[in-house]
């Protein structure tokens, strides 16, 4: 099984600002690796309320809790944060290192990457909902196209969809493997290329599989409700799409005009809900040279407002 890296763990760290007597929200456990820096520096009274849809990132997290009574551990999805009542009196912080962890990305059985061949599932949370293999199986053409160009932003997705359907009418598409040839055939497969010819396509199912850019949008949105006046939001993206939503959520409430002090809203004016802190981080030459997959991490940081 693979060791999830954190990466970005002191940029992160030092944005959220953590206070011992804190409440914090790590809405994507993963193995802890953030979520234990959290909680070192928490004290007696502080809390580490951890969400994950993995139920073996769960399975980890329910020991820690057992060991630990300032942890508390749900299996959801962040986009439901603001569901879970332990929420509810208001968080001082909240992390998403959005996208999939190392340990899912080595485990083949998982189905998230073409380089070991298993099944074709992609499912963060293998108990729920639809595996990639189900959905490939009955989506049609123009669908598997839209959702390449998309969310895979690849620009032959019309030709990979066209290569899928002919090779799920001679038999059903199960393994990594056999779709990564059949879009390495499709695309020519040449050796030139800087990246597998795969690498948008399964990119672009597992977030459709997953639905994480709607869980984004959501968890963002529920952060700002449970956020108290103060509390830090730190979000790590890995891809421009992930990336984009987030920019424009915490840079779009940030640029709203704020209300006067003193007086009502004018038309077109709303409250200010965040301010940005910084700019955005990256990975330094260090890490990239110890986790080559911190490299298209961008830790963004925003501050909750009255």
């Known amino acids: 099984m693979g060791v999830h890296v954190p990466v970005l763990r002191d940029e992160t760290l030092a944005a959220l600002a953590v206070r011992p007597d804190g409440v914090y929200l790590d809405g994507t456990f993963g193995r802890g690796g953030h979520a234990?820096?959290?909680?070192?520096?928490?004290?007696?009274?502080?809390?580490?309320?951890?969400?994950?849809?993995?139920?073996?990132?769960?399975?980890?997290?329910?020991?820690?809790?057992?060991?630990d009574p300032r942890v508390e551990v749900r299996h959801d999805s962040f986009a439901t944060l603001a569901d879970w009542d332990a929420t509810a009196e208001g968080l001082d912080g909240v992390l998403l290192d959005l996208g999939v962890s190392s340990p899912q990305i080595d485990q083949a059985e998982r189905g998230f990457s073409f380089q070991n061949d298993g099944p074709l599932d992609m499912r963060m949370d293998p108990t729920r909902g639809e595996s990639a293999?189900?959905?490939?199986a009955r989506a049609s053409e123009r669908e598997i196209a839209d959702v390449l160009f998309?969310?895979?932003?690849e620009k032959q997705s019309r030709?990979?969809?066209?290569?899928?359907?002919?090779?799920r009418q001679v038999e059903p598409i199960q393994r990594t493997a056999q779709l990564a040839a059949i879009v390495a055939k499709a695309l020519g497969g040449g050796g030139w290329m800087a990246k597998h010819p795969a690498t948008r396509t399964f990119q672009a199912l597992r977030i459709a599989v997953n639905r994480e850019l709607q869980d984004i949008e959501a968890g963002l949105e529920g952060a700002a409700s449970r956020l108290k006046a103060g509390g830090r939001l730190a979000v790590i993206s890995f891809h421009s799409l992930e990336d984009r939503i987030v920019k424009?959520?915490?840079?779009?409430?940030?640029?709203?005009v704020p209300v006067r002090r003193g007086l009502p809203?004018?038309?077109?004016?709303?409250?200010?809900?965040?301010?940005?802190?910084?700019?955005?981080?990256?990975?330094s030459d260090a890490e990239l040279?110890?986790?080559?997959?911190?490299?298209?991490?961008?830790?963004?940081?925003a501050e909750r407002v009255r």
């Open 159 to 167: 030709r990979i969809a066209r290569a899928i359907v002919a090779a």
């Open 133 to 136: 293999a189900e959905w490939i």
């Open 289 to 301: 040279a110890a986790n080559p997959r911190s490299r298209s991490a961008v830790l963004r940081v």
């Open 265 to 283: 809203p004018a038309p077109g004016e709303s409250q200010l809900r965040f301010r940005v802190i910084g700019k955005s981080v990256s990975a």
């Open 36 to 67: 234990g820096e959290i909680l070192a520096r928490l004290g007696p009274s502080g809390r580490l309320l951890v969400m994950d849809k993995d139920p073996e990132a769960i399975r980890v997290a329910a020991e820690w809790a057992a060991r």
């Open 150 to 153: 998309t969310l895979g932003e």
């Open 248 to 256: 424009r959520f915490m840079r779009g409430d940030a640029e709203k």
